[in-house]
């Protein structure tokens, strides 16, 4: 599997705080990182521009669920 630097990544310390959207869009890509399915997705697209695809779906995700949780309020 190729490595972040591989992606055109460059590794950086955290920032300080996360957002409650980027706190949904970490639980958002677990379930898409644990799925066999994906697994095999991302061997075929190449696990860059997969990985690519999957964190802005997961963005996404995190949009919408804000949005609904407006919608709660």
């Given at each position: ?31 898409v ?16 521009e997969?990985a690519?695809?999957?964190a802005?779906?997961a ?15």
């Open positions: 599997m190729p490595s972040l630097r591989d992606c055109g990544a460059t590794p950086r310390p955290a920032e300080p705080g996360m957002t409650l959207r980027d706190y949904f869009a970490a639980k958002a890509i677990q379930s990182l644990l799925d066999p399915y994906f697994s095999k997705l991302a061997k075929e697209m190449g696990h860059c997969f690519d695809d999957a802005e779906s963005y996404i995700v995190a949009g919408a669920m804000l949005r609904a949780r407006e919608v709660q309020l």
